[in-house]
């Protein structure tokens, strides 16, 4: 008997089963709460809020030029490099429809990790956010893409606003570096320029279609491609609107869903925010305010006091940085329904600390960029069980595996293995890649994390055996790390592995075995790998050592390190 299928019953208020052929595509999906919901808000950014209708209409322009003024084709991969800003929806959806194959890329990668994904995922056009613009000068030549489309931060915000905001980043704050791409388009012009002309309904419609190209770590040094189809990306929507569906003690909704207005803090180009904000709860109709910098937690605070609240979706760090404000105790949490969290774990004081502050418990939900990214859920209903990440998710099938590939029992230690309608397709161009993830028969997915699952199907992870580091919710490998550092002419042998930290869950310590009798401080480690690595997988902590911990082959043992 599978571990997950503990008696096939959930949590009370919460749906037990879905008909996940009721849709076949992402942009279904899309045009049908186009349909549902004109008027109503769809998101926020910047103080402006869009309605879906204008979300349908400028997406549609968006459409409109990808299929008429370029030479992309239905299934070219597009890619996308910009923070939570209004744009992001409209050039998602506009790329879906006209038939693209979507690649979510992070704004803040170095050079060398942005030639690495263009290239691997074969990237035709781009279209980024002006202030990384310079970067793309220097690495264009040396990627397939053709076509560039800027934009700047606040070009969707009406009137003088848009001037004096884009004017302050550029003039004032000097975040846009000066920049040389002839051919670049403006993406507002495009927009302008093809309102109200329509577009063919091409799109990549088949359920097994790849239409996300989502990466994430590797084991190798490089970041792989996991290929979301249009089955992948609607179940799970389906499963966490489900989720949201659930009704309280009473049998009432726990929300009302005609009148929801969330936050969306994290960033869309991240599986887990785009899912969510971009999947399920567009379908449901609610209303996201996009967060582009969530850092800034003055300005993050200023953008969410206009709102009533009904959900907040975040993380541990996030929480954290947000109740470490006076001002944040000041908002209004009278309508907070429900807050998730995910990407990272939560810990157990910063959760008491947020249902004390804005009385709402904090639902924690565990998922892979693999999986699209939710595997298990805890209810929103008062039904949660901190420490564990929930129950399974409707549809999906989870056991625990012991070292030689065996089911464990319930209650037992194991690699968590996960099967459903959201696993993904594979790695893109990545067989061998691929088959190592899945179990030897190719029906679970592996996910590294040692959990436990109990009587009741609620599952707690509590190890993991993959090297990757978490930092923020953000997956890091350490032979990347090791990879860049080892070019250093002043080190040896290095290793890299992720230790507790109070703000990032985790963060990346590096140990070093140097050549000579100097050895670098960590600001000079950070130096070095600044312009090779992005911010977040930078070493915090340095250890110096005469040695590292070898097998007999050579490999270094991490695990002794940790």
């Known amino acids: 008997m599978e571990a997950s299928f503990w008696d096939g019953k959930r949590a009370p208020g919460v749906v037990d089963s879905l008909d996940f052929s009721l849709y076949d595509s992402v942009v279904e999906v899309v045009e049908l709460a186009f349909k549902n919901y004109p008027n109503r808000p769809a998101f926020t950014g910047l103080g402006h809020t869009m309605t879906y209708g204008d979300i349908d209409t400028y997406s549609a322009a968006f459409a409109n030029y990808l299929q008429t003024q370029t030479d992309l084709k239905p299934g070219d991969a ?17 790329a879906l429809r006209a038939g693209m194959r979507v690649v979510n ?10 030639i690495h994904q263009f290239n691997d995922s074969g990237a035709k056009a781009l279209l980024c956010m002006d202030i990384f613009a310079k970067s793309v000068q220097n690495i264009q030549s040396q990627t397939g893409i053709k076509t560039v489309i800027v934009t700047s931060m606040a070009d969707m915000v009406p009137g003088i606003k848009r001037h004096v905001i884009n004017g302050v980043l550029k003039y004032v704050k000097k975040m846009v570096p000066k920049y040389d791409l002839p051919e670049a388009l403006s993406f507002r012009d495009i927009l302008l320029a093809n309102l109200n002309k329509g577009f063919k309904a091409t799109h990549l419609s088949a359920p097994d279609d790849t239409v996300v190209l989502q990466y994430t770590g590797g084991t190798t040094g490089v970041s792989k491609g996991a290929e979301l189809t249009n089955r992948n990306l609607v179940a799970n929507m389906q499963q966490a609107a489900t989720m949201l569906a659930q009704e309280d003690g009473n049998g009432n909704k726990l929300v009302d869903l005609s009148d929801a207005t969330v936050v969306a803090p994290l960033p869309l180009y991240h599986i887990y925010s785009f899912t969510v904000h ?41 929480f954290v940085s947000l109740m470490s404000s006076e001002n ?5 949490f009278s309508k907070l329904k429900f807050t998730l969290s995910g ?7 910063t959760a008491n600390r947020w249902n004390e502050v804005t009385g709402s418990p904090i639902s924690e939900a565990y998922g892979l960029t693999e999986t699209s990214p939710a595997v298990c859920m805890n209810p929103l209903n008062g039904l949660e069980r901190l420490g564990t990440v929930g129950q399974a998710l409707q ?10 590939g065996n089911e464990v029992a319930i209650g037992e230690r194991g690699e968590l293995c996960i099967s459903g309608p959201q696993v993904m ?4 161009q990545q067989e061998q890649a691929t088959k190592d993830t899945f179990t030897e028969d190719g029906k679970w997915l592996k996910t590294g994390d040692v959990a436990i699952i109990d009587e009741d199907g609620f599952i707690s992870i509590v190890d993991r055996i993959k090297d990757m580091i978490l930092v923020s919710g953000f997956n890091v490998y350490p032979n990347e790390i090791e990879d860049v550092l080892s070019t250093h002419p002043e080190v040896e042998n290095c290793a890299a592995i992720g230790v507790p930290d109070e703000k990032t869950g985790e963060t990346v310590k590096v140990f070093i075995v140097a050549k000579g009798e100097k050895q670098l401080s960590i600001s000079e480690i950070k130096d070095y790998c600044r312009d090779r690595l992005t911010a977040y997988k930078l070493p915090r902590q340095v250890e110096y050592r005469d040695s590292l911990p070898m097998t007999n ?4 043992l991490r695990r002794e390190l940790r």
């Open 105 to 114: 890329t992070n704004p803040l990668y170095t050079e060398r990790e942005m």
């Open 395 to 404: 549809g999906t099938a989870v056991k625990c595996i012991d070292d030689e």
């Open 78 to 94: 597009f890619a996308i490099q910009m923070p939570n800003v209004l744009q992001y929806p409209i050039a998602m959806f506009g």
């Open 553 to 556: 082959v050579g490999k270094i």
């Open 425 to 428: 397709k594979g790695y893109w």
């Open 328 to 332: 944040f105790a000041k908002l209004d």
């Open 278 to 318: 971009l999947m399920a709860f567009f379908h449901l109709g609610m209303h996201s305010v996009l967060i582009a910098n969530p850092r800034d937690t003055e300005t993050f605070i200023k953008a969410i006091k206009p709102f009533q609240l009904t959900g907040f979706v975040g993380l541990n760090t996030l």
């Open 343 to 349: 990407g990272t774990a939560l810990l157990a004081d």
